[in-house]
């Protein structure tokens, strides 16, 4: 990337694929930004950069790299192995991350959960220009996007009552198919996450919680999965 290349980045701002980080020094912080960009599409870290697109530069180009690569291969679990690139901006330098998006999902990082009083393991995915906590559903839908096997897809009343439901309501999380139908909040999960992964729903993220939508016709490719009509 060339520093003129790297301007006009910056000028674009925080993203969906583009973080800035004036820093790499809380180890924790900075593994969630890698895995959550390689939890979805994968983007760019610019270390040496501050929220606002100032370019601070980076103190020791040795020592940063180090930092991220221990980050990358001790912290986060399965390894992540970006590309790494020192762009030069006058007389200041910024460490550039390549972060793929992962068939290895979902990448997770050990922090510790204060109210469990514990060490946990925990997923984060991108969303628009931050960084957050997966959610149950999404994590399953992570899980299960590494299985490459014939799904036997049973269609029965509750899929027939969320079908025609989504017709009209165009979307629906998963406490309300599980009151729609009248079935246990976690055996709506598995329904609902099973469908994303035969590719006839979608999952979208928001700042309250997952929902799900059918998708479009036109971006429907057939999945590797039978269909029982119960």
Known sequence: MLAVELKELIAEGESLTLEFKRKVT???KFAKEITALANTRGGIILVGVDDDGTIYGIESEKSDIDIVEQICRFEIQPPITPELEIIAVKNKFVLVLYIDESNEKPHTIMIYDNERKNIIRRAYIRMGDKSVIASREMYRYLVSRNRDIPL???????????????????????????????ISIRRAERLLIRLVQAGVLHIHNDMQSDYFTLIDINEFKMPKLKVKIR
């Open 26 to 28: 809380e180890k924790e």
């Open 152 to 182: 036997t897809i049973g269609i029965g009343e509750n899929e027939k009552r969320l079908f025609a439901y989504l017709e009209k309501a165009e979307r629906i999380t998963v406490n309300d198919f599980a009151g729609l139908v009248n």
